[in-house]
């Protein structure tokens, strides 16, 4: 099979398009022929090198952990697909080196979904981890009617599915997005538009029931001075120490602190599902590469400031 791959931890440099042997689907599997990746954070920093401690030194390896397509053929034990079937998910490349971004990918049975009506392979690919995260960081923070969130990071992959959620639930919602987005935010169904410097959130005079930090940058003393008490804060990125800071915010000022991690429970997907028939939850995808231009679309997401979803489509 046609693969884009890696040789080495690092960039380009260390990746190339090529040939390797097709997998199989063993117990339990679905062989699915990819027809559509998206490219989230998680697979740059792991190609990178940041998780090596945990992902090892094997290689070659596939990245790519969402993936959209078509069952080729079904494991031992499988009874919930057949062949030809449309069908979408994610799973794991920590420690699985055969990723989404090729012809062809063994994926559990467990992490895979049919695709609903209407929804094409790029929109099934780009919302496994994106809009799971989103939803699962809404939900810690208890987000529902009238409540007021911020969306830090509005126009990215998290943060423009993260409006929409919020929107669906019945928030007031704001968003922090460049001066050049704020349209873009609004058609995701922001009410207010703020930029993200510290400067400006640090004047800002509202005080929000809940923050989801889709950039993940936003410091804990920042994100303090824009909650209300008995408000949550929850960013994409692992909260670091110093955690007597963080138990101490909370016992003192009532203001809580999480990790938006993504969850994949089946009600987690089918909450998504419903909300795309509903028509409340539109990815935006603004960038398609070719496989064999798999390499700029990792350089758009390392480099560039993209909007919304970074498709990477196969033949």
Known sequence: MKAYYSKAYG?????????LPDPFAGPGQILVEIKAVTINPVDWKIKQGAARLITGFRFPRIFGADFAGIVRETGHGVTSFSQGQQVYGSQSILFDRRGSLAELRAVDEANVR????????NEAASLPIAALTALNGLRKCGVGKGMKVLVNGGTGGVGHFAIQIARARGAVVTATCSEANSELARSFGADEIMGYSREELANCNTRFDAIMDAYGKMSLRLARHLLK?????????????????ILITRL????????????????????LENLFAEGKLNPFIENI???????DAFELAVNGKPRGKIIVSVP
Do not use: C, V
């Open 11 to 19: 960039n380009s440099e260390a990746s190339l398009l090529g040939e």
């Open 114 to 121: 049919l695709i609903p009506e209407g929804m094409s392979f």
């Open 229 to 245: 008490r008995g408000g949550t804060y929850a960013s994409t990125l692992f909260i670091p120490p110093p955690y007597l800071s």
């Open 252 to 271: 003192i000022y009532g203001r809580r602190f999480t990790s938006a991690n993504m969850r994949k429970r089946p009600e987690d997907w089918q909450e």
């Open 289 to 295: 590469f070719p496989l064999e231009n798999a390499a």
